[in-house]
Structure formats: structure tokens, C-alpha cells
């Protein structure tokens, strides 16, 4: 069986170095010496395990996707860069015809899904990669839609801690943020609690000192307006393997829509964990 090529962006971030490292222990993956990188990124390769990985800024990336794909063939790209370059990647993977992971949160998310569906390639988009965490959304999204303001009435408040290098509202709590929105509490992302004070999280969050520089804390408290009923959901990881084992499945899952010639479709870890 034909090894599945994979081009990890975003290195050096820790989020694209996890991944990297997980598909360079897979047996039916190949790790390309290769990645897209930031304009910010002074150096020029990095290491994941023993091997060397090339860091190629954006003025750089048309003419090495070029030269991969003349030497390599066809290869799945997995996204792990910065917000601000969510939509950018998305178009220049669409152009290039290369299928894609987007784990990278942030951006227009409309204008996202909407190049995927108007190209010729498949992608998974999802904010949350855990496959887990996504299941307990899964769960919410069905209350959402079945039981729609039954918590009319309720208060809501929303935490999140992620580590201090993140520069955006976690994608997940703004997802389940529009959940409750559906189950009748009107609340918005600015009222979204962000924590990436290390201090705090450490001190007053209690997250272990091991994971600071890389953990995901969600907490969502609903009470009623008379203070008699009190609800309250949590998810806390610790690291970064969670979600990288679920980008791998994502890789595998869209493996499979290829070999299926499927073409201008976005799909979501909902899918991967049905498998449709």
C-alpha cells in the first residue's frame, strides 16, 4: 500500500510539531522535508525526530509546492499557522490542488468552507481536532437542535485557558458558545472569559506546571435566574497528543475521499467520526 505523503505547516509551532511527530511515527505516512512558514520565522529548517524539515516563508512557496509535487506526487497538507493566514492557505491549498487539514483556528470560517466547496479539492475544517471533545459537541449540537430554548431564562458564563501563545479565542467555546445560543441564552464571544496569564493559570486554574505551555480548559456554567439550578460542563487536555492523533484521522479520512475522487467538499470531524 502506497505510503500517504503529508506536508506539516506551520513548523516550528508547537501545535504543527506534535502533529509532525505523530505522522513520522505512523507506518502509513510519509513526513515531507518540507513546510510552510510565516514571514516572522528567521530559521530555515527544524528538526522533528532525526530528520530535517525545510521552512519555506510565503514568498518562497509557490516554486517548492511546484518542485514537491513534480518530485513527490500528490500529498495531503495539514494547517497549524496563525489565524491571520487561515484564508490565504486555504486559497493557495485550493489553487494548488492539494487536499488539506485544517486544524489552524480563526479567519473568515464562512469564506473557508465556501473555497473548498467552489474548488476542485477535499478538506477537513475543524476548530477542535480531539476526537472526543468533538463527540461532546456533537451531543450538544443535537440538544441544540431537539430541545431549542430550553435553558430560556438561564445565565451563562464561559472560561477558557489555553497556553499564552495563542492568539485567538478558543474555536471550541465559540462553537458551543452558538449551542446554548440555540438552547435560548443569548451570549456573545466577547463574553467569552480568556485566560493566557500562565501565573493565573497556574495559581487559580490549577493547571499543572508540565502543561502551561500547552493545555485546553473549557468550563461552561448556566445557572437559573432565581439561583435555584446549577449546571455546569467541563473539558480539560493536558498536552497536544489528542488533538494530534485526531488530525492524523482526518489525514486517513480524507485518504479515502481521494481515492474516492471526491472533489470540492469540506468536511468536519463530525464526519471523520461517522466516517461518511
Known amino acids: ?107 473568515d470560517r464562512a469564506l473557508l468552507v465556501d473555497t473548498v466547496n467552489k474548488s476542485d479539492v477535499v478538506a477537513v475544517i475543524a476548530p477542535n481536532m480531539a476526537k472526543q471533545i468533538v463527540a461532546f459537541q456533537a451531543m450538544m449540537e443535537y440538544a441544540a437542535e431537539t430541545f431549542p ?30 449551542y446554548f445560543n440555540k438552547l435560548g441564552i443569548p451570549f456573545t464571544k466577547d463574553q467569552i472569559v480568556m485566560e493566557r496569564d500562565p501565573k493565573v493559570q497556574q495559581t487559580e486554574w490549577g493547571i499543572p506546571e508540565a502543561y502551561l505551555k500547552g493545555h485546553g480548559w473549557h468550563t461552561y456554567i448556566l445557572g437559573s435566574e432565581d439561583g435555584t439550578v446549577f449546571f455546569q460542563f467541563t473539558h480539560n487536555v493536558n498536552g497536544r497528543d489528542i488533538y494530534a492523533a485526531g488530525t492524523l484521522d482526518a489525514i486517513h479520512f480524507l485518504s479515502k475521499k481521494v481515492a474516492q475522487a471526491a472533489k470540492g467538499r469540506a468536511f468536519t470531524m463530525i464526519d471523520v467520526l461517522r466516517g461518511v
Open 149 to 178: 430554548q430550553v435553558f430560556k431564562g438561564y445565565r451563562l458564563e464561559i472560561k477558557e485557558s489555553h497556553q499564552q501563545g495563542k492568539a485567538d479565542t478558543s474555536g471550541t467555546a465559540k462553537a458551543m458558545m452558538s
Open 1 to 107: 500500500m502506497e505510503s500517504i505523503k503529508v506536508m506539516v505547516n506551520g513548523l516550528p509551532g508547537n501545535m504543527a510539531t506534535k502533529t509532525a511527530e505523530h505522522v513520522q511515527r505512523d507506518s502509513a505516512m510519509t513526513l515531507l522535508p518540507y513546510a510552510l512558514t510565516g514571514p516572522e520565522i528567521r530559521v530555515k529548517e527544524t528538526r522533528i525526530g532525526p530528520d530535517s524539515v525545510r521552512l519555506i516563508p510565503p514568498d518562497k512557496r509557490q516554486e517548492v509546492i511546484d518542485s514537491v509535487k513534480r518530485g513527490e506526487g500528490e500529498f495531503f497538507s495539514v494547517d497549524y499557522t496563525h489565524p491571520n493566514a487561515v484564508n490565504d492557505n486555504a486559497s493557495f491549498y485550493c489553487d494548488n490542488g492539494i487536499p488539506f487539514v485544517m486544524g489552524t483556528t480563526g479567519g
